[in-house]
T-cell receptor, first 115, second 114 residues
Framework: QKEVEQNSGPLSVPEGAIASLNCTYS??????FFWYRQYSGKSPELIMF????GDKEDGRFTAQLNKASQYVSLLIRDSQPSDSATYLC???????????????FGQGTILTVHP | DAGVIQSPRHEVTEMGQEVTLRCKPI?????LFWYRQTMMRGLELLIY????????DSGMPEDRFSAKMPNASFSTLKIQPSEPRDSAVYFC????????????FGDGTRLSIL
C-alpha cells in the first residue's frame, strides 16, 4: 500500500460545480496534512493545511480530515476554469527519529473545470 | 518577501558532465528540502537540512548525488557524473517548523541530460 494515495482521476467538473478530491494515508501517526495545487510547468503552491479532525474552510476551499478513517479531502466550491490543475495531497509523519518532518506526496489528481 | 529562489531555471547538458543546482531559502526558515519530480515517480524527497545540517538523505538515489548547505541562505545539489535518467524537475523548498508550518517551493530547475 502506498503511503499516500489519491483518487486516480482525471476529474472533470463543469464550471460552478463542487470538485471533490480525496486522499488516504497509511500511517496512523501522521499529524499534518497539506493540499498543494500545481499548474503545468509550475511549482507546487500551498492551498490548505489541516491538523485537527473536522473541516477547515478558506474561501471556496474546504479541507476535511478524519484521522480515524485516515482520510483527508479537499472540496472546491463554485469551480472555475482557473482551478484546472493537478492537486497534490501531502502528509507529514513524525517518526520520532530521522524522518521528523518528512513530507510524503500522493501522485496527484488532475482536475479539469470546463466552461 | 522573496520566496525560495532556485537557479538555473533550465539546464541542458551532456551525459557525464557535472551539474550544480542552487537554492536560496526564505529568510528565517530553518528547514530546507530538495525534491525531484518525474512523471513516473511524482514528487520525491531527496534530502533535507535543519539549521544547515543534513538530517535525512535516504532519498538520495546514489553516490553521484550530493548536497550541501554551507550557510543559512544557500544550498547546492550536485550530480556528478550526470546520466540521462537524472532528467527531471528539481525543486527546493523551505519551512519553519517542519510539522506545523507548510513548505514553500521554489520555481524549480528543469534538468535535461542528453
Amino acid at each position: 500500500q502506498k503511503e499516500v494515495e489519491q483518487n486516480s482521476g482525471p476529474l472533470s467538473v463543469p464550471e460552478g460545480a463542487i470538485a471533490s478530491l480525496n486522499c488516504t494515508y497509511s500511517d496512523r501517526g501522521s499529524q499534518s496534512f497539506f493540499w498543494y495545487r500545481q499548474y503545468s510547468g509550475k511549482s507546487p503552491e500551498l492551498i490548505m493545511f489541516i491538523y485537527s479532525n473536522g473541516d477547515k474552510e478558506d474561501g471556496r476551499f474546504t479541507a476535511q480530515l478524519n484521522k480515524a478513517s485516515q482520510y483527508v479531502s479537499l472540496l472546491i466550491r463554485d469551480s472555475q476554469p482557473s482551478d484546472s490543475a493537478t492537486y497534490l495531497c501531502a502528509v507529514i509523519t513524525n517518526a520520532g527519529g530521522t524522518s521528523y518532518g518528512k513530507l510524503t506526496f500522493g501522485q496527484g489528481t488532475i482536475l479539469t473545470v470546463h466552461p | 518577501d522573496a520566496g525560495v529562489i532556485q537557479s538555473p531555471r533550465h539546464e541542458v547538458t551532456e551525459m557525464g558532465q557535472e551539474v550544480t543546482l542552487r537554492c536560496k531559502p526564505i529568510s528565517g526558515h530553518d528547514y530546507l528540502f530538495w525534491y525531484r519530480q518525474t512523471m513516473m515517480r511524482g514528487l520525491e524527497l531527496l534530502i533535507y537540512f535543519n539549521n544547515n545540517v543534513p538530517i535525512d538523505d535516504s532519498g538520495m538515489p546514489e553516490d553521484r548525488f550530493s548536497a550541501k548547505m554551507p550557510n543559512a541562505s544557500f544550498s547546492t545539489l550536485k550530480i556528478q557524473p550526470s546520466e540521462p535518467r537524472d532528467s527531471a524537475v528539481y525543486f527546493c523548498a523551505s519551512s519553519g517548523h517542519p510539522t506545523y508550518q507548510p513548505q514553500h517551493f521554489g520555481d524549480g530547475t528543469r534538468l535535461s541530460i542528453l
